[in-house]
């Protein structure tokens, strides 16, 4: 009988070792979990880290963005789940408990300081791609600078639209940000394949001026709209090619623009 221990897991160097505390599964392909955050971790809401897990005794990882925002004490994750990929077919099924591999500097470019001051702040988010968002929803600074944040989120299917139920009921109540959510937070879900009270992929809306009309805005102008874009990679090329005939001028984290997009997104 062996009653050796079990070896004691270490983080690769440049990776914290946390652990995760909960666990939720939207759909057969897409989740969340949490875990804990090293004090030591300092972030940007917005950004990204690499995360992922140890794998024959290497560090396999992709990057991802927090879904929490700067100040929270833990780090929340949303993923797809890939049936063959390197690292989803293994993190979709972590438990509670266990450990995961996260990045010791985070970086990325849908940051508000990447942007020029502005009237509107635009969001538009595909799948997981609302992940930074989500944090970015919820950092007090995004409400200081801009009179109106539009959150438009769109899937394929109704089940998809994470955390719906939190930006509808649970942020506007929020104990320190309920009031400018309230006052200033548009969240427009759509649904590309179902029946759903907003349909259709948002460059098709925005190019028709119906995304507009539904937030109870004017047009999209570089005078006044400030957009971040987080989805696939033709979503994100379409949105481009579409802001960029309007004037819209890529930001980044050497110089300020009217719009930024992150290119980094999970698929695997």
Not at 215 to 223: E, H, I, W, Y
Request: net charge negative.
């Amino acid at each position: 009988m062996n009653d050796a221990p079990a070896p004691a897991l270490v983080a690769p160097k440049g990776y914290n070792l946390e652990e995760v505390t909960w666990v939720h599964h939207w759909t057969d392909s897409l989740f969340s979990f949490r875990c804990t955050r090293s004090p030591a971790l300092r972030f940007t809401s917005g950004q990204f880290a690499m995360i992922g897990l140890v794998v024959e005794g290497k560090p396999l990882v992709r990057a991802y963005s927090m879904v929490s925002p700067a100040w929270e004490e833990h780090l929340e994750f949303l993923s797809i789940k890939v049936a063959n990929g390197p690292l989803t077919s293994r993190l979709q099924h972590i438990k509670e408990g266990e450990h995961v591999l996260i990045g010791q500097k985070p970086v990325g470019t849908l940051i508000t300081d990447n942007l020029l001051p502005g009237r509107n702040l635009w969001m538009l988010a595909t799948g997981t791609g609302l992940a930074p968002f989500m944090s970015l929803l919820r950092d007090p600074e995004v409400y200081d600078r801009y009179e109106r944040v539009i959150i438009a989120h769109t899937v394929r299917e109704v089940a998809e639209l994470a955390y719906r139920d939190y930006l509808t009921r649970e942020l506007p109540q929020h104990e320190l940000l309920g009031e400018m959510v309230r006052e200033k937070m548009i969240y427009m879900p759509a649904v590309t394949r179902e029946a759903f009270p907003i349909q259709g992929r948002i460059t098709t809306r925005l190019e028709a001026g119906t995304a507009e009309r539904d937030a109870g805005v004017a047009a999209l102008d570089p005078a006044h709209d400030r957009v971040m874009i987080c989805g696939s990679e033709a979503m994100n090329a379409d949105c481009k090619t579409l802001l960029e005939a309007r004037g819209f001028i890529e930001g980044n984290n050497s110089e300020p623009g009217t719009y930024v997009v992150e290119k980094a997104f999970v698929t695997k």
